[in-house]
């Protein structure tokens, strides 16, 4: 099981939107709708921010709002803050035993 | 206080064993399936096994199939890794997470990380 495939770093500027891609095979992120987002500052360790594909847990900011299509998902965080700079994982259900393949990551900057 | 504490990293020889524990608080640790997550320095996320709420299954990624073995003591609150045969590329900071029961493929609660070093 191949790792998903994301865009190595993206940027915006406070206030703007900024989307990062997702995309997986027709096994993984195309069949399921079990993809969730992770966001995770250095030395920290990881944070749910969306599962199953769109919905987010309590306390995440509806800032954040995610979307899938075919094999392909993505992530849009609105109105960007210095706090929203970080890394930020794709992660997919994958039905075999190795349960979940997560994305390379994304390095969010805000300019 | 709801929270993941694992512990049990260091420095390993290649070929050696490490045992890694994960101590929960907070929430009734016995209903939910448990996983480990790995990360190499600098690299993305990886993830390595899980184990049912009741430990009656498990399932690994490939390269670790035959030398890694997950349990849980529901009665002390703990999940372990037991890390057999280990190798470089194993280098990792290793998390416990939790499955949110909201999902069955998602993550809701991590802990801090436990860091094995595998050198010779």
């Known amino acids: 099981q191949s790792a998903l495939t994301q865009p190595r770093s993206v940027s915006g500027s406070p206030g703007q939107s900024v989307t990062i891609s997702c995309t997986g095979t027709?096994?993984?992120?195309?069949?399921?709708?079990?993809l969730s987002w992770y966001q995770q500052h250095p030395g920290q360790a990881p944070k749910l921010i969306i599962f199953d594909v769109s919905q987010r847990p309590s306390g995440v900011p509806d800032r954040f709002s995610a979307s899938k299509s075919g094999n392909a998902a993505s992530l849009t965080i609105s109105g960007l803050l210095a706090e929203d700079e970080a890394e930020y994982y794709c992660?997919?259900?994958?039905?075999?035993?190795?349960?979940?393949?997560f994305g390379g990551g994304t390095k969010l900057t805000v300019l | 206080q709801v929270q993941l504490v694992a512990s049990g990293g260091g420095v390993v020889q290649p070929g050696r064993s490490l045992r890694l524990s994960c101590a929960a608080s907070g929430f009734i640790f016995s209903t939910y399936a448990m996983h480990w997550v790995r990360q190499a320095p600098g690299k993305g996320l990886e993830w390595v096994a899980a184990?049912?709420?009741?430990?009656?299954?498990?399932t690994y990624v490939d390269s670790v199939k035959g030398r890694f073995i997950v349990s849980r003591d529901n009665s002390k609150n703990t999940l372990h890794l037991q890390m057999n045969s280990l190798r470089v590329e194993e280098t990792a900071v290793y998390f416990c997470?939790?499955?949110?029961?909201?999902?069955?493929?998602?993550?809701?609660?991590w802990g801090l990380g436990t860091m094995v070093t595998v050198s010779s």
């Open positions: 992660c997919s259900y994958t039905g075999t035993d190795v349960y979940v393949v």
């Open positions: 184990i049912s709420f009741d430990g009656s299954t498990e």
């Open positions: 997470a939790r499955s949110t029961p909201r999902s069955i493929a998602a993550f809701d609660l």
């Open positions: 027709s096994s993984d992120v195309g069949t399921y709708n079990y």
